[in-house]
T-cell receptor, first 114, second 115 residues
């Protein structure tokens, strides 16, 4: 079955630097991959979706890459700010049919220090 | 446009009681998903519903758990005879029709504590 691995250790960086988070999956390459942000005590918030035929996608200070050969997605936040501190989740569709069922990684907690 | 709404936000039950969690999807959304997040663990898919239909319940425990999404009203996740291991945050998400493969919009969650 599909498994997702995200770095469970918290990532601590200085404000203004670029944060890079990794998402690795173990089985088949999905049709798309999503990144969500989750703040303590709140539900996940969708950030970006990248499809298997896209190598890179950008949204403001966010950039996502998708390497189906390495079975990996990288999530970058440039010019990071303390407000970017949160847990970031990687999610893939799973199941044989197009059900929209998602499997989530455990998330990586980012702490941006001023 | 109101987002996904869940209530109650916090629910305390004693072992053996029933828990009913409600989810109102975003306006115009006809797909609802329920996920469970245990402490220090990731989100786990439980069930996917459309109006009056259960599409995929492969993540739902076979006993004590049930879900529905009636023609009128919110989606309900029902847990009978709760046990301490049911303590978790339960999130509902919704998506528009015909785009089940894309963005899911999550509610704030219901935090269930079983004493």
């Amino acid at each position: 079955s599909q498994k997702i691995e995200q770095n469970s250790e918290a990532l601590n960086i200085q404000e203004g630097k670029t944060a890079t988070l990794t998402c690795n999956y173990t089985n088949y390459s999905p049709a798309y991959l999503q990144w969500y942000r989750q703040d303590p005590g709140r539900g996940p918030v969708f950030l970006l979706l990248i499809r298997e035929n896209e190598k890179e996608k950008r949204k403001e200070r966010l950039k996502v890459t998708f390497d189906t050969t390495l079975k990996q997605s990288l999530f970058h936040i440039t010019a990071s700010q303390p407000a970017d501190s949160a847990t970031y989740l990687c999610a893939l569709p799973t199941g044989s049919s197009n059900t929209g069922k998602l499997i989530f990684g455990q998330g990586t907690t980012l702490q941006v220090k001023p | 446009n109101a987002g996904v709404m869940q209530n109650p936000r916090h629910l305390v039950r004693r072992r053996g009681q029933e828990a009913r969690l409600r989810c109102s999807p975003m306006k115009g959304h006809s797909h609802v998903y329920w996920y469970r997040q245990l402490p220090e663990e990731g989100l786990k898919f439980m069930v996917y519903l459309q109006k009056e239909n259960i599409i995929d319940e492969s993540g739902m425990p076979k006993e004590r758990f049930s879900a529905e999404f009636p023609k009128e009203g919110p989606s309900i996740l029902r847990i009978q005879q709760v046990v301490r291991g049911d303590s978790a945050a339960y999130f509902c998400a919704s998506s528009p029709p015909m785009t089940a493969t894309d963005t899911q919009y999550f509610g704030p969650g219901t935090r269930l504590t079983v004493l």
